[in-house]
């Protein structure tokens, strides 16, 4: 069974790096689709400036006519702080034994053992960790342990369970991050060819928000 990819993040807002990320991992490792799921309440970093309904709207109408891309709104909809445990434990109900891989980039594994209760992820799903030419690997530490006890180089082997290894696949960069959109947007420049044009356009509609 092709094993399904989530991708969470704050979409503050949604851009091509997140877009290209998300098909990158689904063609390099075999991704049925990917679930585009914004947090609520990200529990490592601040809150979004932007509201959850309107960062929601700009995720559906970027991927939409993609095949393989969905949005996937539970965390909006849960209380409180987003957990990617509580996440994954809620999709894995739903899922039974098809297998699931954690697309993280290589910036956010790095500090993978401040998740909240980090050592449950690798049971609910594979983690999947894009590497981005230039950015560091763990070499030291439980996160550079996780790696070297479950690391698998053959996507073949994803499919073989349905949680438990670590890939790490590398993917060109796009330097492209939401800070710089909204540092953009509140400068009142051009974030043309940075996000889809449906998202520029809603963009466009809102106010200007705060870096
Ligand atoms: P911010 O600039 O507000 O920190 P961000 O652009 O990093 O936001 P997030 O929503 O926090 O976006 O990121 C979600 C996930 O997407 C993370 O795993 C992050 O590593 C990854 N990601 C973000 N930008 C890129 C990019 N340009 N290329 C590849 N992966 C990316």
Redesign the pocket.
Same mark, same amino acid.
Do not use: E, K, N, Q
């Given at each position: 069974m092709n094993p399904i990819g989530i %991708?969470g $993040? +704050?979409? @503050?807002p949604v *851009?091509n $790096? *997140?877009l290209r %990320?998300a098909i990158e991992m689904r063609e390099a490792l075999g991704l049925s689709s990917v679930k585009l799921i914004p947090a609520l309440y990200p529990p490592l970093r601040a809150a979004p400036g932007m509201d959850a309904s309107r960062r929601l709207r700009m995720l559906e109408a970027a991927i939409e006519g993609e095949n393989g891309l969905e949005v996937d709104a539970r965390e909006l909809q849960r209380e409180g702080l987003s957990y990617t445990v509580d996440t994954l434990r809620s999709l894995r109900e739903e899922l039974g034994n098809t297998p699931i891989c954690l697309i993280? $980039?290589m @910036? +956010?594994f790095c500090h993978f053992d401040k998740w909240h209760q980090w050592k449950e992820l690798p049971k609910l799903a594979h983690i999947s960790v !894009?590497h981005?030419p230039g950015s560091a690997r763990p070499e030291s530490g439980a996160v550079a342990d996780l790696m070297t006890s479950r690391g698998v180089n053959d996507p073949a082997k994803l499919r073989e369970r349905c949680a438990g290894h670590v890939i790490v696949q590398k993917i060109p960069a %796009? @330097?492209?991050? !939401? +800070?710089r959109i909204r540092a953009l947007l509140n400068a009142g420049k051009s974030i043309r060819y940075l996000v889809p044009d449906p998202v520029n356009e809603i963009l466009k509609r809102g106010e200007l928000h705060h870096a």
């Open positions: %991708l $993040g +704050t979409f @503050d *851009h $790096g *997140h %990320l993280v $980039g @910036d +956010t !894009a981005r %796009l @330097d492209i991050s !939401a +800070t």
